[in-house]
């Protein structure tokens, strides 16, 4: 199977140091590149074949979702830390998340629950 290179740069500085990134499976090349377009439709492999084919697009995929997974949270909390006044419903329907679980998120990366008196507030929970 041959693999993809992806290059991006600054549309503003176009004579600027550009980043790359080489050894793309081509079905994961195509699954990021429609989600960067906000394609709805998802479909399955097209170019890989064979079970190590299949595999190492399944775990070149797996390596992006952690690392996209520890990126959000990290924005979460970002956004959360722009004042005391961040709406955290528009994080929460940003991220596609229950205000439970960003809650949970917030709460991983040391950020209160009740901003008022700056702690987790667990009166409330079960």
Do not use: W
Not at 6 to 30: M, R, S, V, Y
Not at 75 to 99: C, E, L, N, Q, W
Request: hydrophobic share 35%; aromatic share 6%; with cysteine.
């Amino acid at each position: 199977m041959r693999k993809l290179y992806a290059e991006f740069e600054d549309p503003d500085n176009l004579e600027g140091p550009k980043l790359a990134a080489f050894d793309i499976t081509p079905d994961l090349a195509d699954a990021i590149r429609e989600a960067l377009c906000n394609v709805r439709t998802v479909e399955p492999p097209r170019h890989a074949r064979s079970f190590d084919e299949l595999t190492e697009t399944i775990a070149q995929t797996s390596r992006l979702l952690q690392h996209l997974e520890a990126f959000r949270e990290l924005t979460i909390a970002a956004a959360d830390m722009t004042g005391p006044y961040a709406d955290r419903k528009a994080v929460a329907i940003s991220a596609g998340f229950p205000p439970s679980r960003l809650y949970r998120v917030l709460e991983r990366h040391g950020r209160p629950r009740d901003r008022k008196t700056g702690t987790t507030d667990r009166t409330t929970e079960k």
